[in-house]
T-cell receptor
Framework: GAGVSQTPSNKVTEKGKYVELRCDPI?????LYWYRQSLGQGPEFLIY????????DSGLPNDRFFAVRPEGSVSTLKIQRTERGDSAVYLC?????????????FGPGTRLTVT | QQQVKQSPQSLIVQKGGISIINCAYE??????FPWYQQFPGKGPALLIA?????SEKKEGRFTISFNKSAKQFSLHIMDSQPGDSATYFC????????????FGTGTRLQVTL
């Protein structure tokens, strides 16, 4: 079946602009995660959704970052007033119903470049 | 504070050899330890995972060894192949299912002919 998909695959934006990154999880997966991966580093957790609500947003670096999942499926990560330090690959992962599996399946990521 | 330490940073192994990557963790609440494989330009792909109630898990050429008392776990790739050349990440999570992963810094593996 289809895996996690993310769009766009690449995004170049100017410092100070607003960007939206989209994630389509695996069908039927109720848990959705956003991670950020800087060059040469492991992914770092940003936020986790269970259904429509953010169950854990402790990884969001500041209030310029916000994510939504209004219908419990597709999620959008929103970054306001982008800074050069926001440049990274933003990864989305999804997981089946809690209590059934610990496994997280990642999408290909969106490479964000802030100039 | 880095909660999962991974070594080595890079590794070169000849085809047919054994690749060994090590990780150590600090948080004793961690109860799930996956390994991910990542190729350039791709997202991490789940390779194999272990829970702390077992000391070893094997899937094909990939084996996880887990030492709960030492808070360490390792990935062994037997009969390493050039197609295994990738970056490998260990990770850990706690709090049951649907919990965030804490990743190591990665090991770039190169398998030579």
């Amino acid at each position: 079946g289809a895996g996690v998909s993310q769009t766009p695959s690449n995004k170049v934006t100017e410092k100070g602009k607003y960007v939206e990154l989209r994630c389509d999880p695996i069908s039927g997966h109720t848990a959705l995660y956003w991670y950020r991966q800087s060059l040469g580093q492991g992914p770092e957790f940003l936020i986790y959704f269970q259904g429509t609500g953010a169950a854990d947003d402790s990884g969001l670096p500041n209030d310029r970052f916000f994510a939504v999942r209004p219908e419990g499926s597709v999620s959008t990560l929103k970054i306001q007033r982008t800074e050069r330090g926001d440049s990274a690959v933003y990864l989305c992962a999804s997981s089946p119903l809690p209590g059934t599996s610990y496994e997280q399946y990642f999408g290909p990521g969106t490479r964000l470049t802030v100039t | 504070q880095q909660q999962v330490k991974q070594s080595p940073q890079s590794l070169i192994v000849q085809k047919g050899g054994i690749s060994i990557i090590n990780c150590a963790y600090e948080n004793t609440a961690f109860d799930y330890f996956p390994w991910y494989q990542q190729f350039p330009g791709k997202g991490p792909a789940l390779l194999i995972a272990i829970r702390p109630d077992v000391s070893e898990k094997k899937e094909g050429r990939f084996t996880i060894s887990f030492n709960k008392s030492a808070k360490q776990f390792s990935l062994h790739i037997m009969d390493s192949q050039p197609g295994d050349s990738a970056t490998y990440f260990c990770a850990a999570s706690n709090g049951g299912t649907a919990s965030k992963l804490t990743f190591g810094t990665g090991t770039r593996l190169q398998v030579t002919l």
